[in-house]
């Protein structure tokens, strides 16, 4: 059946009796190729009916598909013709793990964060109703992602539509991890078809039973859904928002989701289609342990085992022991994630002090100010949120913690470039964001044993500190140069003369490397440690401008309001006599590949970095 799906509506081409045989060869073909690329695999099992029944009833690209996340949209790239795309899934000029408008027009809304489908879908309803143009929107929110108040002030918003707007709930009681909150267990009571099915018997036998009431009580009861609804589920969230509710509707069942999607299309005003799927459908590793395989690297198929181990600690590893450690002696620490508790390392602090940890759903911006909370009530609390995540949070830094110097510490992980997750992911703004905020510190270790003394140091500090560090495997070398942390003081590593490499961060790694290179061509190289991005160490720039005729400066941070940029503004504002070259990368979005790929590509590996300083410093001897 697949091959017969070459592109777009092929799929209403099929008989009836062949979709069940197509759904399981998408089964199958997603296991198979994710096992080898590595994907979100988990929550793409467990839409496949659904992806399919939203392409039997609607017509693309003329209709509106948006994903919520885009983690879950491999069913629809198969299903929109992109199946041979699945062989560079995420890999550098390969397909994307994602939505894109410029992979498909079947593609209506870039996504990658959590939480954005119903206001883009709202946009588009409006659009279309403003142009007169005719066609559905659909916007396919997880249950994680409802928990994110950006869907609440999109549903909100969206209760005032007179036209037909749907929205689907793909609730699998799952976000990465176990969802969390009361909209996960409001979900769940309405989930729960026994308790539906039970108190709908359990209120017509009722009525039965009472005198008078009489039978065309019940019999209107039967009829009017939402009204037995309105028995059953107090509250009734969306009914009573103006938001038609339909469902639960079990969501592997594809005449009955094609029935209900039908039946959605013809109602005039918002309407919230509720589907229950299982994460991880059809492949037992992965409905067994969906959070394993939620997003998850190479694997073997039939044991369900990562290809490659782990060989090193990461640097989440790393934040994970050293808050741990911390947290024993110190009872204030807090922990607050935003969804992310495997993610950011949080997983053995949340067993050993349940009480100080907080997940608080996908909800940045309110983990933020929560932080802020209860750093003011007096504890000491520590955000731990990747890096492009917590761009979602940059008013709350401002305004409720920068401006009255609160001491949260901002554990950043995937700090830089991340992968194969791509434009969305990659956290490369965040030096340029945080380092623009009065009274915030913000640091970057060069190794593992940096990034334990700087948590350390931040939890002592009596303000606001970020310390940014990347994915994956932490640097292990160097061990003998661990000085002290001192506030806004680099970190000498060798001094020379002629030229300075300053790197920030986990870019030591490769100015180690780009040193050997310049040694090794004949130049002497000073390697400085920068640690502070803010406050940056001028002292330390004065003295190399004195005997340096290049200062470069290394970092995996967007060039614009960068680490570089802010030295090239001190050498200036100080009018030193030394050429200053930001190395960082383009003012631009940075695709999907490997991190060694995308350095090479954008000109910050090692090799391309020791090219730009050797030929600037030529140019300069002139
Ligand atoms: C703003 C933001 N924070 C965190 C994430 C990380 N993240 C990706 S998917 C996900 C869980 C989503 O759960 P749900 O919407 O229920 O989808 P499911 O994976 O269960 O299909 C999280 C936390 C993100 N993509 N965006
Ligand atoms: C879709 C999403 O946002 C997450 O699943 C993300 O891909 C996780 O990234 P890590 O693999 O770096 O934890
Ligand atoms: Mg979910």
Redesign the pocket.
Known sequence: MLERIQKANDIKNLKKEELPVLAEEIREFLVETVSKTGG?L??NL??IELTMAMHLVFQMPEDKIIW??G??SYTHKILTGRKDGFENLRKYGGMSGFPKRKESDCDAFDT????TSISAGLGYVRARDLKGEDYSVISV??????T?GMAFEALNNASQLNSNFIIVL???H???SE?VGGMSRYLAKIRTADFYTGLKKGVTTTLEKIPKVGDSLIEQIRRTKSSIKQLIVPGMFFEDMGITYLGPVKGHDLPTLCRVFSEARRIEGPVLVHVLTK?GKGYTPAEEH?GKF?GISPFDIATGEVSEKKKKDTYTDVFGKVMCAEAKENPDITAIT???ED?TGLSRFHSMFPDRFFDVG?A?EHAVTFAAGLAAGGMRPVVAV?SS?LQ?AYDQIIHDVGLQKLPVVFAVDRAGLVGSDGE??QGIFDLSFLSSIPNMTVMSPKHKWELADMLRFALKSDGPVAIRYPRGAAYDQYVEYRAPIEYGKSEMICEESGIALISMGHMFEEAVKVRKNLKDAGYSCTLVNGRFVKPIDEECIARLAKNHKLIAVLEENVITGGYGMQVLECAARKQLSCHVLPIALPDNYVEHGSVEVLRKETGIDAQSVTEKIMETYKELQI
């Open positions: 979100h988990a929550s467990g839409v919520d996340v983690h879950q990658g964060h959590s939480s929110i997880g249950d994680g992602s409802m994110g793909n609730d699998n799952m976000s990465i969802n994460k969906p939620h935003a969804a992310m993610g996908i940045e990747y995540f979602r969305t992911h």
